[in-house]
DNA sequence: AGTTGTGAACTCGTTCACAGCA
DNA sequence: TGCTGTGAACGAGTTCACAACT
């Protein structure tokens, strides 16, 4: 909206764009402090700073990638690094054919250097893109080299002591969310019982 | 579980590993029609294939991705396909570069090819893995050629008639999840309020 | 007139707690 | 005895509806 030179929007254009209520979509926003004017709704530009400091867009994120495989190389690369303070500031792998090439002008270093480049630049934020076998091993020398948030594309739920935040993105998980919507229409029938069951006994005061 | 033997599992040690709290999970489980043993448990593989059916993961669901770069690659040879019927029968791309090449024993399609290769293989789901800029007109065209699930990884939120579902995975908005999380640790203070309020007035009847 | 911010009502998923069954 | 399945209580988040403000 700030490129198309949109400078006021409402909750409730706001909210069909997300797909949400407008009711929910000012009491959410209302969370970061009512910065919106009645009678004219929300200063786009304003919003968008105030979010992003809500989000903590507005900090240096820097980010290790564990994993310099296609997935690794395709994040790296990504449009989703540049917007919000993230910046990928180190790049590991094991197989030593990819150590020492650059993606994205980052050099990938060796798996043992991991620690070591981990706080040389401050990582906050751990990627691993690495195969399911190595995703647990790799999440503990992150933790160990003080990296507190993780992100895993691979598919195992890693195990990680309190204080560690995890998501999990998971193709696979996202396919069958996908497949059970399709073969659970949205008010078809629910899920077949296995017993056959008495008709339900109203049991209701008169 | 079954691969390690275990035959028997309660609703507590499910819930202890997938974090949830044991009432829940089975209720949950119940939805499925009540497979549960009262005394033992559920009976490990029985529960498997339950929810296997539930997530309709015991059919076979042809995929195709659009957009053959690295996270296009990487996703055709992951390891979340083939788990549960979903298999890669289409892939498609522009750059005439990939047209012709094989991933994963895949032929890559010519983008103008892409509606007749979805209807001849019967695709059910949609992967895009283009550029942001050609991801709408990517989801129309796999629309028009019936497709009716769509897993978006554009960073770009599509719109699409309804009975399409799409779901978004956006490497950004999985990182700000982390960011908030780690700049608003759980029990600290509130978001600052901008402008000071009078002391709350009760406006209750007496 | 238009739109926010928010008490209050409501909804729906979560959790308790226990009867019922193996 | 052990554990499920579920009615009932609970509570978090959603939505209504409107006073307050531009």
Redesign the interface.
């Known amino acids: 909206m700030v490129e198309r030179g949109v400078d006021h929007v409402s909750s409730t254009e706001l909210a069909v764009?997300v797909g949400v209520n407008p009711a929910t979509l000012r009491r959410d926003l209302s969370?970061?402090?009512?910065?919106g004017t009645r009678g004219s709704g929300y200063e786009v530009e304003r919003l968008l700073g105030q979010v992003g400091r809500?989000?903590?867009?507005d900090?240096d994120?820097p980010?290790v990638i564990v994993g310099v495989?296609?997935?690794g190389?395709?994040?790296a690369?990504?449009?989703?690094?540049g917007?919000?303070g993230?910046r990928v500031a180190v790049l590991a792998d094991v197989n030593p054919a990819v150590v020492g090439t650059e993606v994205g002008g980052v050099a990938v270093e060796p798996l043992e250097r991991l620690e070591a480049a981990c706080q040389r630049e401050q990582i906050?934020?751990g990627v691993i893109t690495t195969?399911?076998r190595a995703s647990q091993s790799v999440a503990e020398r992150l933790i160990a080299a003080g990296v507190?948030?993780?992100?895993n594309f691979a598919?195992v739920?890693l195990s990680v002591p309190s204080g560690v935040?995890v998501?999990q993105?998971?193709?696979?998980a996202?396919?069958?969310?996908?497949?059970?919507?399709?073969?659970r229409p949205p008010g078809g029938p629910?899920?077949?019982?296995?017993?056959a069951k008495a008709p339900k006994q109203t049991r209701r005061s008169p």
Request: glycine share 6%.
């Open positions: 764009v969370q970061l402090g009512s910065y809500a989000l903590a867009v900090r994120w980010v495989g296609n997935l190389r395709a994040l690369r990504s449009e989703g690094f917007s919000g993230f906050a934020i195969p399911a507190r948030s993780i992100l598919p739920v935040v998501r993105v998971d193709l696979s996202e396919l069958q969310v996908l497949t059970f919507y399709r073969s629910p899920i077949q019982k296995a017993r």
